[in-house]
């Protein structure tokens, strides 16, 4: 569960083991903040390569603005190698194909077993090159990366097809046959677990990937790169590009031979990817896009949880998180009391060096995420919501913002229809529970949303009425590897993760076999 790990990293003020809830859990080895970078080229067909260019572009550390390494830039002629090393890797015969599922989840676990042996390294340099606590990198995304390989592996021998009793003298059975190469195209705000939610499926199901990682954070899904090597995966079967969207991005999503596209980002790239592969191939595309999730806070919740979880709904991740709780819609009769304390906890928030055991929030991704941010800010001061704390950058150097929060918004505001992206709250206050459906559902978004109230009735016939792909129900922020994930209206199409998550990367063909004589 993601918010017990949150709980955990706050409970951890050094390398120190956790607390009796979490008595089970290994200590948190001190961070390196300095990791070597092993791994900064493009990956295909299990080698290094350069950009058939030899350009590069910089990763940049958001902590401090400065250049950590120069990583090859992908375009459409590495595109174009690294596809035609997945067809090799799919023909017929080849050792991928002819491999046993069971086999192929044996891949995926050595895959969960190398990335938990390298875990204290990976958090390191998701934290160096996102910005995002290590606390956080160690036990939210690591753990959930390997909870995610896991499941899917659990799968490799399990998802099949069936036999059908048609009419006639006929044996007819199904098969579920792998789409063949998936474009995957991934972000930057969770680039380790974004990696596994694509990686999962797609190999549980016996695909081969060419995956484009975003061009903020390429480091760690590299170095995964070096891991699916070592874990025994055949050349070709996932290959990966850093590179930008408007070249390798968009390569990969007009490519004629690529028969998939998987893409997290937002609903503006999604647009774009969609146009792409209708005017390509035709090729199936899932969007997990961009929101603007409602959590609606009744007059009868527990006000210590709910003001606890509507702040973690916002900040957490320094509130780059497609499904954050981003309108906080608040009962009128305790609107007040809730905002007051909501601001409190904002103004205690800690925000510095990511490295730091004590940092709750690190800085945002790169500076045209934190300038978007501040202008977004300035927008709703001038739009006439109130600044009740924050607003300006929180250090002088580094792409840090102060946890900040508005009150008095109304649902017109530019703040209240955008996402945001960052670490701005913006609170609504509302009278009825059918006035409240109807505003937090007038909304081009519908990728989550939550209700907080002790009224079991109140807590269903909102989740019902709610036009989004997951409601939670007094929690925010609780993912596992066994539930789907996925949005509504621009929130994108298809779902990632659960046995849901199989069904995009998987072709049903179905078999009919004349025979003499069939008997029940």
Known sequence: MLRAAVIASRLCRGPARLGAPFSAAAPIPAPNPRPDIACNK????????????????????????????????????????AVKAAKAAFQLG??????????????????????????????????????????????????????CLRYFAGWSD??????????GDFFCYTRHEPVGVCGQIIPWNFPLLMQAWKLGPALATGNVVVMKVAEQTPLSALYVASLIKEAGFPPGVVNIIPGYGPTAGAAISSHMDVDKVAFTGSTEVGHL???????????????????????????????????????FALFFN???????????????????EFVERSVEKAKARVVGNPF????????????????????????????????????NPAADRGYFIQPTVFGDV???????????????????????????????????????????????????????????GTVWINCYDVFG?????????????????????????VEVKNVTIKIPQKNS
């Open 94 to 147: 080849s050792p991928w194909r002819r491999m046993d599922a069971s086999h192929r989840g044996k891949l995926l676990n050595r895959l969960a077993d190398l990335i938990e042996r390298d875990r204290a390294y990976l958090a390191a340099l998701e934290t160096l090159d996102n910005g995002k606590p290590y606390s956080i990198s160690y036990l939210v995304d690591l753990d959930m990366v390997v909870k």
């Open 410 to 468: 109304q649902d017109n505001m530019t703040i209240a229809r955008e996402e945001i992206f960052g670490p701005v709250m913006q609170i609504l206050k509302f009278k009825t529970i059918e006035e409240v459906i109807e505003r937090a559902n007038d909304s081009k978004y519908g990728l989550a949303a939550a209700v907080f109230t002790k009224d079991l009735d109140k807590a269903n016939y909102v989740s019902q009425g709610l036009r989004a």
């Open 318 to 336: 320094q509130g780059q998180c497609c499904c954050a709780g981003s309108r906080t819609y608040v009962q009128e009769d305790i609107y007040h």
């Open 158 to 167: 399990k998802f099949h097809g069936k036999t059908i009793p048609i009419d």
């Open 356 to 391: 730091d055991f004590k940092t709750e929030q690190g800085p945002q991704v790169d500076e045209e995420q934190f300038k978007k941010i501040l202008g977004y800010i300035s927008t709703g001061k001038r739009e006439g919501a109130k600044l009740l704390c924050g607003g």
């Open 273 to 311: 990817i969609q146009k792409a592969a209708a005017e390509s191939n035709l090729k199936r595309v899932t969007l997990e896009l961009g929101g603007k999730s409602p959590n609606i806070i009744m007059s009868d919740a527990d006000m210590d949880w709910a003001v606890d979880q509507a702040h």
């Open 481 to 505: 590897a066994q539930a789907p994930f996925g949005g509504y209206k621009a929130s994108g199409n298809g779902r990632e993760l659960g046995e849901y998550g199989l069904e995009a990367y």
């Open 42 to 81: 493009i990956f295909i067909n299990n080698e290094w390569h350069d950009a058939v260019s030899k350009k590069t572009f910089p990763s940049i550390n958001p902590a401090t603005g400065e250049v950590i390494c120069q990583v090859a830039e992908g375009d459409k002629a590495d595109v174009d190698k």
